[in-house]
């Protein structure tokens, strides 16, 4: 893919560079493009920083580009810390709650209610309930 994208931006003038640059500084922290822009940002980065010297026209493009990236890396790297703070209050949440503990007698108690009124319901007894039923008591 980089190849093709290569062949595409190589040997443009001025021109129609110009509009290339705006569009990426535009779109570049658009999240349905970002990934796609930062690819070709990197390429026309490639092919065009050696001649910048040459056409002073660019400087100007590039710098804006260039500052459009670091405004999303300084975004990205707040979000990273958001990000870590939330888990965190996330983790320290978790273990202050406390741990539902059921006893050996409760489990017990349960699953003789649970099988007799599964066994009554396939053998088709009285109290035969729907299957839906049995498992909502259980839960």
């Known amino acids: 893919m980089c190849g093709g994208i290569k062949t595409a931006v190589a040997g443009r003038n001025v021109k129609s560079l110009t509009p290339l640059l705006t569009f990426l500084k535009k779109y570049i922290r658009h999240p349905a493009y970002k990934l796609v822009l930062i690819d070709v940002a990197n ?80 053998e088709g007894g009285s109290r035969a309930r729907s299957a839906e039923a049995v498992l909502v008591e259980v839960s």
């Open 43 to 122: 390429i026309v980065i490639d092919v065009y920083s050696d001649t910048l010297d040459e056409t002073p026209a660019l400087v100007l493009p590039f710098t804006q580009l260039k500052d459009e990236i670091e405004a999303e890396v300084r975004l990205s790297r707040e979000h990273i810390s958001l990000m870590g703070a939330i888990e965190m209050f996330f983790t320290a949440s978790n273990q202050e709650r406390p741990q539902a503990t059921t006893s050996i007698e409760q489990l017990t108690a349960t699953s003789a209610v649970c099988n007799s009124d599964v066994l009554q319901a396939l």
